[in-house]
């Protein structure tokens, strides 16, 4: 019996060992050069394992317009293409997978199927913000001059226009409600759309004197707004009225810029400058969790969140800069199914076990025990 035993146990530790395949765990922050270019707006396409970025060159004036696809495994760059214009804000279509890349006057688009640029929308006005809306209205929206203005991916044509005066920046689309939020940045308030057809809803007033980047936690119906001051704002989309205001840099030098949230986690993300930092922030208390410096302490120019690993993606000068801003979700993943395939695996020794031990049973109450037949 004890002997039986030994084999059970040291059976399940071989099998452990042989099917627990080593976790390897990255070196954060990790620096992915995007050639002598500055990398603007980045995009993570979480469903099929690639980011996207766009940049210019670091000369004055710029040259060498570019746009890179990058391996979120393996965080290498494995594409870079040219742009004809100035670049912008990237949108993702995460449906298909297309990415929508705004140039001076027009926006490329960068198909998932061929990997290549298929063709361009002409916009007439540069392009100041830019964001694709797959849940509400099917179009890419885009802030431009003074105004706000639809546009149909698939026949390049434009579907509604509104007018907004006060420094147009950042949007976004809740899809609880179907608005549409563009922040107005010198009248400090935030205009309100139906998305679907641009009209008028309302405007939300803030208190501090700005209204740069937006960004929404869908699961909350937070929406977040960086000021371009040491301040974030916090609005309530599900009533459309002014809430809080977050204080998350320490000095009245600091700004404010790109902001992304988590919405797994409810964490926030705002690019502060100057300095080269982001902000991490608990998005309920409005909480500094800490502080991530970029190589080379550069500006920030564009952050975006990897949904499955809970890396961060931030744009800054020659590097896209890569933070495991969450603690991993990523390896946390693999620890549980790695603890799944040994469970798994544990009762199929037992019932192999199991099964032996009931032949073996079977054999001495039959009289099949033993190296032969018995006559």
Avoid at 116 to 139: Q, R
Avoid at 329 to 339: N, T, V
Avoid at 341 to 367: H, T
Wanted: net charge negative; hydrophobic share 40%.
């Amino acid at each position: 019996m004890k002997n039986e035993l030994r084999v059970r146990v040291t059976t399940l530790v071989i099998l452990g060992l042989l099917l627990i395949q080593p976790v390897q765990a990255a070196t954060y922050p990790i620096s992915i050069e995007f050639g002598r270019s500055w990398p603007l707006s980045v995009v993570v396409d979480s469903t099929r394992g690639l980011a996207y970025a766009d940049g210019t060159s670091g000369e004055n004036p710029p040259v060498g317009f570019t746009f890179g696809v990058i391996n979120v495994t393996s965080h290498e760059l494995v594409k870079v293409l040219p742009l004809d214009e100035i670049p912008g804000p990237v949108a993702l279509n995460p449906s298909n997978g297309d990415v929508y890349v705004a140039g001076n006057y027009s926006i490329a688009i960068f198909e998932q199927a061929t990997q290549n640029f298929s063709g361009l929308i002409e916009v007439g006005h540069p392009v100041l913000y830019m964001i694709y809306d797959g849940n509400v209205s099917g179009n890419i929206f885009v802030t431009a001059g003074d105004g706000v203005y639809a546009f149909n991916p698939q026949t390049k044509a434009m579907t509604a226009s509104a007018t907004v005066s006060g420094g147009l920046e950042g949007m976004v689309v809740d899809p609880s409600n179907g608005l549409l939020y563009v922040s107005e940045y010198t009248t400090g308030r935030i205009a309100v759309f139906q998305a679907s057809n641009l009209e008028p809803a309302g405007t939300i007033d803030l208190p501090t004197c700005c209204a740069s980047w937006l960004a929404l936690n869908p699961n909350t119906q937070t929406l977040y707004a960086s000021t371009g001051t040491r301040y974030v704002d916090v609005i309530n989309a599900g009533t459309n009225s002014f809430e809080k205001t977050f204080e998350v840099a320490s000095s009245s030098q600091n700004s404010t810029n790109a902001i992304v949230v988590d919405d797994e986690t409810g964490r926030v993300y705002v690019a502060s400058s100057p300095g080269g930092s982001v902000l991490e922030i608990d998005g309920s208390t409005g909480t500094v969790l800490q502080t991530l410096k970029v190589q080379g302490d550069s500006e920030v120019a564009g952050l975006a969140v990897d949904t499955k690993t809970a890396e961060l993606y931030a744009t800054n000068y020659h590097f896209i800069t890569v933070f495991n801003a969450a603690g991993g979700r990523g390896l946390l993943l693999a620890l549980i199914l790695g603890g799944g395939v040994v469970a798994v695996a544990a009762v199929f020794v037992y019932l192999f076990i199991r099964r032996r031990d009931e032949r073996e049973r079977f054999k001495m109450q039959s009289g099949w025990a033993g190296s032969s037949r018995p006559e």
